[in-house]
């Protein structure tokens, strides 16, 4: 299940979560958190779903469904944030991959005042894994984060918060390799990907921890679905590399349509 905002142009939110569960081989529930008007190149608008209404979501996905592990995205409010804790201290939300996403990247905010208290103190705790970007892990820390040693000691800080582990990641990172940081309970592991020049780079913080989600689900044990997630975004960045789609930054290659061809329009229909 995703917990998260939907996302009008379909690049991000709970749009690219559901296409990545599809992609991984498991079946996609969500509960809408908020809905946006946005595009490739800016957010217009947020619209929050009130808390009473994202929780009624959440049940009626948990009472029916067997839910092997669940994602949250854009939040929007502290009452959402809190709606989710009080289910994850439940027991209730297995597998909680938290991507805290706080800021869109044309700079436009995601979330209310006191949002990033209300995720360090209520919501880190529960998480089995927690996906913040260098600028995420920078508020949630409140110290820089610019290099793969900061990128460390502020993943070590949420560990120490109550995550069970955190991946950090570092597409903010200027270089030729995109440097994720994992850090778990015993140890901590550097992931490098050979950066992809793109400017199709839309929702892929939120690919990546759906992508975890769905292996998770899948029983996979998290450093391994930590490395295949990261291997499937950046498959999917290099598919769509070559894409058009809109004025600014543009979706992922979910599906490999550009890999297997099906993508392609027949001259004869267009």
Sequence with gaps: MTIAGSDSGGGAGLQADLKTFAALGVFGTSAVSAVTAQNTSEVLGVEPVDSEFLDLQMTAVLSDLPVAAVKTGMLATVANIAAVARRAAAGELPNLVVDPVLVASSGHPLLGEGGVDAYVDLLVPHAEVITPNIREAALLTRAPVDDVDAMIAA???????????????????????????????????????????????????????????????????LLDAVSQAKAFVTTAIRGASSWRLGKGHGPLDHFGWSTDGSARVDEREG
């Design 155 to 221: 993943g070590r800080v949420l560990c120490d918060r109550g995550a069970h582990a955190v991946i950090v990641t570092g597409g903010h990172i200027t270089g030729d390799e995109v440097p994720d940081v994992v850090v778990g309970p015993t140890q901590t592991v550097v992931l490098n990907a050979a950066r992809v020049a793109s400017s199709n780079d839309h929702g892929t913080g939120c690919t990546l921890s759906a992508a975890v989600t769905a292996l998770l689900a899948r029983g996979m044990p």
